[in-house]
């Protein structure tokens, strides 16, 4: 960016320079050779400002500043909207996110372009219309060339017609440089070309068909065109890509932070299953044998379905554990998916010899949420707590659920070995844990996953005094 105004600065000279010469304007009065570089310097100054305040003149230098500006924060729009929006979502950015966020960007930045003669307008439609090829495809970018083309028929002015040469120079050296960007390793230097070439070829275009208007905003078209283009692709793709790639290694690091519960759950539950299976064994070896009445033999059956039976739902509440969430939201009757956590939990908390009590009230209270989300948050904190009460005598893990007018409490007590203020202040941050194994990652998905149900969580502990986690959930609307 510093190479590019250094030229442009030296060109703006040489013009200026060779304009005085030629209209003999530029030497005023006689001065000898010795005396000709400062005499120069002067006043290639003041005829600097001169021109500068010419290219301006009826806008003033702080409308324009505004107006680049204002264009700049058009471009960053889909990186903003892109952290606000998927800041507590588990998910990544989809082609319809890109879709809908470039097309809005391109309606305003043509909405409210910069412009110093009427009909003539410069936007960041070049910056917008790259930026959805490069992450939403050529479909993408079919969709904003077919917005561009009618908001611009409709906008008309004098500059349709080179608009339009432009477009039809830049659309598809939009689509080779956004195909090459996902081929080549030297990515900057596809974002630098792609910068300088949508800062000069509307410029040359122009001074083609309006060679007077480029020379009469000489520095205005200069300058523009470089700090929309260039400084607005440079920062949206850069920017852009970095949070991507945050975003990426943070779901990363969730999904093996579940497949690790998963693992210790699973590893629990293989004790939970082989005590029923023994038992249908060993009955069906009782019956094999025949040498008991036909009432018996009913009765040893009947235990060995309800084992079967026992043993099934153990599985599918492992199952529903461990399987991606879907991303829709439903009315869940709340006291069920909890003894339902804590039924699979129940193996786990003994193997650390821990007991696990639930308190609830006897009615049935309803959420909107999403099973698996509210199941998968809620292993991780009876997780957490058990594992905190593990190394303590007598190690026990309260769950309370406490209903109010319009929301509900779910407290999770543990009576293990707490924590101070300082690792309280950092609880739920990414990355960090209080497990030497750990990467914080399980909390921080629970948290998240709170959020989207609009929900929110508090923790109150002390150090050998276990923790108290609050989960504080909306109620569901009641159904008619």
Known sequence: MAA??????????????????????????????????????????WIFLANFAKSIKGVGPLPVIKDILLQLLFALMPFVAYNIYYRNLTVNYSRNFIIFICSLCLLLSMTFPSSVQTGLIFDVRYVIMFFGMLFGGMMTGGILLVEFLFYRLYIGGSGMIDAMIILVITFPLSAMLAFLYHKSRHKLWIIFIAGISFSCIPLIVLYTTKPDYILNHLIFNILMMPVHNSLGIWLLVTLFNKSVSDKELSLKYIQNEKAEAVNHVAASLAHEVRNPLTTVLGFLQLIKSG??????????????????????????????ISKPPAMHQQRLELITQIRSVVDVMLSYANMNNVAINVQCPPMLIFISGNTSELKQLLVNFIKNAIEASRDVAKGTVTVTIREEISHVHIEIHDNGIGMNSEQLSRLGSIYYSTKMSGTGLGLTYSYQAIRAMNGNVSVHSKPQSGTTFTITLPLAPITT
């Open 4 to 45: 590019t105004l250094t030229v442009s600065v030296f060109l703006i000279h040489l013009y200026v320079i060779s304009h005085q010469l030629i209209t003999n304007k530029f030497l005023l009065m006689p001065f000898a050779a010795k005396d000709f570089s400062d005499s120069c310097r002067t006043r290639l100054t």
């Open 291 to 320: 040498n008991f009445p036909q009432e018996k033999t009913e009765r040893f059956i009947d235990i060995s379905m309800e084992e079967i039976r026992r043993t099934e739902q153990i599985l599918s509440d492992y199952l529903s």
